[in-house]
DNA sequence: AACAAAACGGACTAATAGTCCGGTTACATG
DNA sequence: CATGTAACCGGACTATTAGTCCGTTTTGTT
């Protein structure tokens, strides 16, 4: 048997709480408030989540399900077929819509994960797949670390930064042109 | 008339002792912590320091003093007069080192300066510093844009993960790297 | 219906950044 | 040197918030 039924739909008013707040407070919200919102005790965000990590982890995970199915199983260059190059071109820029289009859970989920936000299972999963990309594009460079300077620059403070006001195609279009010169 | 004796010894006496709980007990100290093995009270440490982000924007610029005078008037290629290419690779080169030497600093400054860390006096010189010579060694390319992304690399965790263990070398080798993809 | 396992809520604890103010000290001045 | 005052000091106090605990309630099975 799996979660039982008000286990289950709490879970979902928690997440759902989290998410209305965050879109209207930004990033800087108390669990206090998701439980008062989700009108659910403390102690169920607790038994649930496991903590503030666990449950913004929780959120971003859910927000990466359509983008994780469409590299495992999509259709080229987001999912398998393409060269290597342009499927990281293009897994990059289905990031940015999706950073650009959840800047506040990517605020409150770096809060979260200050210490090791390595070990967070969607980061894990995006660094695994940029990985393997650039190892066959560019076999010489480090691909550890390339794949490490490409995800950070999905800070939320930097996206917002480099998208708001007049040009909210920049980031995207720099980051675009940042990897063209590493895989020249 | 500048600062007052005691307050000049009593600043002097917590960023000593600041330097050394972060060498002993890691990134993880409190304010409170700080005073008491400054032998003074948490008010003076607000008092001087404003805040935990003034107290460890003080120390690290501390620490980046000799960098600053180095790449302001040093030899080059540190300094002016060599290639705006060779002046990005030792930049990156002395903060490779600056970064390895002062680990736990880097790591308790991110935490602090969680919040628009882009607002700091360091990073925005250093900032400002690699845009620079981006612009002159490669006007073609978004330098706002990609100096962040180099910076982005001394994130705290990021060094430690590929600095520890049998190749401390491998964070300065791959980042030259990547820099001589960016500029050739 | 009865029972056990799972879940619930919200009071409680702990940690810690930052504030406040009554008492103290340095130093400029005469 | 004596003195007035502005700057400084300590540490108790407040506020915020992540995470724990346990007596009570709900769920679903037999």
Redesign the interface.
Known sequence: MGERADAARNRHAILRATEELLATHGAHISLDQVAAHAQVGKGTVFRRFGSRTGLMQALLQERAVQLREALESGPAPLGPGAPPAERIVAFLDALSQLAAGNLALLAAH??SC?T???ADPTYVRWHAHLETLIAQARPD??A???A??LL??F?A??VR??TREGDPG??A???R??VG??L?
Chains 1, 2 share one sequence.
């Open positions: 770096e809060r200050a090791d936000r390595h460079l480090d550890t670390f390339v490490h300077a950070g620059m800070d403070d930097m930064r480099l920049r980031f279009r720099s980051l042109q940042l010169e590493l020249a």
